[in-house]
């Protein structure tokens, strides 16, 4: 569940910090040291360190969900941008590429361990990038042509 609030929160973070907004995400940052120590406190009596972690779970989504508000009240330059578009084509690559990935290592296995962990995560991992991008390419994710126009501009020189 952090890894989500993490990937919704720091890119949001930049976003503020590029616009020269650097108090916002602080103040921000208040707000979810006060839902940690509320979460905690309530729970680490019956939970323990599980109480902890949940904890840090609620200061995680609540910076990002308060990010998010504000991100949606105060970014001009992200309105017009069919961010739900992008979201929405890079999940579906995201899933294509997962399950691919999956699919094969269900397929294949190594429950002998004849293939070498490393072996075995370059190899899956490989797939999984080339079905990710095999995918965002059919999908036309323009993030991938900026990309891939970006690469082609720095082998150029």
Do not use: C
């Amino acid at each position: 569940p952090m890894l989500v609030a993490a990937g919704i929160d720091q890119p949001l973070i930049f976003a503020f910090y590029a616009r020269r907004n650097t108090l916002l995400p602080n103040l921000v940052n208040g707000g979810a040291i006060a839902a940690y120590l509320v979460t905690a406190f309530a729970l680490v009596g019956s939970l323990g360190v599980y109480g902890l972690i949940l904890g840090n779970v609620a200061q995680w989504w609540t910076h990002a969900l308060l990010m998010l508000w504000f991100a949606h009240r105060r970014l001009d330059a992200l309105r017009g941008q069919r961010l739900a578009e992008a979201f929405g084509k890079g999940f579906i690559a995201s899933a294509i590429a997962g399950g691919i990935t999956y699919g094969l290592y269900r397929l294949i296995g190594d429950a002998d361990g004849k293939i070498g962990t490393l072996a075995l995560i370059l190899g899956l991992g490989s797939v999984g990038l080339a079905s990710y991008i095999g995918a965002a390419h059919l999908l036309r994710i323009e993030a991938l042509g900026v990309f891939t126009d970006a690469l082609r501009r720095r082998w150029s020189r």
